[in-house]
């Protein structure tokens, strides 16, 4: 493909398709190596034990460290646990966060993302991960979708420095992509933390993944937003309002009317009038 213009093409296709992370320091041709034939493997003679099976997830170069969660889910997840477990403070928290290296999204972000605004608020929105915004700046919804979170909360009469904002996930998803439920499953003990730390009054749920993840309800965010419903933590319960995320807004600007209802109960309930 010798032609600049052709080049460009196919480099926005993939952009597109949300592949804008260059992952290795050399490119790899994949193709090339589906095409090789297939090596011959000796017939195992009889009493040899059956064939180790490869780790699950992408292979990793002889002498690398395996990072946990290729290989693990569970274990990285029961190993996060322990981690925000024993966090008395965010600094703490971000610490150890800063640290893990049981997420995959780790290696493949520039910055952690952990949170951004007051901790002493009485209210926590709480999104999905980070974007490409997101991840340089190393802040939560400093991206576009960001900018008209901002704006529904100055509309309530809040700001993005009296409220307190993070995400499920601290890491961005390589091409913003959804994160996978293996990647939450591992973080969530540190979101969780996070929230027991900040003890907010009320909590905000920001789009579909956060609602599901920490209500533990299988609807989509239509049938959630809007609704006071509960986060349970050990130590008691937490009112929590699922709202649309502003990127969906975005590309569906008729359900404002609907945000605005919902921002409007926010208000409402942290006037007391509620
Ligand atoms: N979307 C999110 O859910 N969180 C961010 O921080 C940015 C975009």
Same mark, same amino acid.
């Given at each position: 493909m010798a032609n600049p213009a052709d080049r460009i093409a196919a480099l926005r296709w993939l952009v597109d398709s949300? $592949?804008? /992370?260059?992952?290795? $320091?050399q490119p790899r041709d994949r193709f090339a190596e589906n095409k090789a034939p297939p090596r011959a493997r000796p017939a195992p003679a009889p009493g040899d034990a059956p064939p180790a099976k490869a780790p699950r997830g992408a292979s990793v170069p002889r002498g690398a460290s395996v990072p946990l969660a290729l290989e693990a889910p569970d274990a990285a997840s029961e190993s996060a646990r322990d981690l925000a477990a024993g966090c008395e403070t965010l600094d703490q928290l971000r610490d150890v966060m800063a640290r893990f290296d049981g997420c995959a999204l780790r290696h493949t972000a520039t910055n952690l993302v952990f949170g951004d605004g007051n901790p002493e608020s009485r209210v926590m929105f709480v999104g999905e991960a980070p974007g490409a915004d997101e991840d340089r700046q190393g802040l939560p919804f400093v991206g576009v979708s960001g900018q008209l979170l901002d704006r529904m909360i100055a509309a309530i009469g809040l700001s993005r420095k009296s409220a307190y904002i993070t995400n499920i996930l601290p890491w961005r998803p390589p091409g913003n992509r959804k994160p996978d439920a293996a990647e939450v499953t591992i973080c969530l003990p540190f979101i969780r933390r996070h929230i027991e730390l900040v003890a907010p009054e009320l909590l905000v749920l920001v789009g579909g993944t956060a609602a599901s993840t920490l209500? /533990? !309800? !299988? /609807?989509?965010i239509t049938r959630l937003r809007g609704r006071w419903l509960f986060y349970a933590l050990d130590s008691g319960e937490i009112p929590a309002l699922p709202i649309y995320h502003p990127a969906y807004l975005l590309r569906q600007p008729a359900l404002k009317r609907q945000a605005w209802q919902d921002m409007l109960a926010l208000k409402h309930r942290l006037a007391g009038m509620t």
């Open positions: 949300g $592949a804008d /992370e260059a992952v290795l $320091a209500l /533990e !309800r !299988r /609807e989509g």
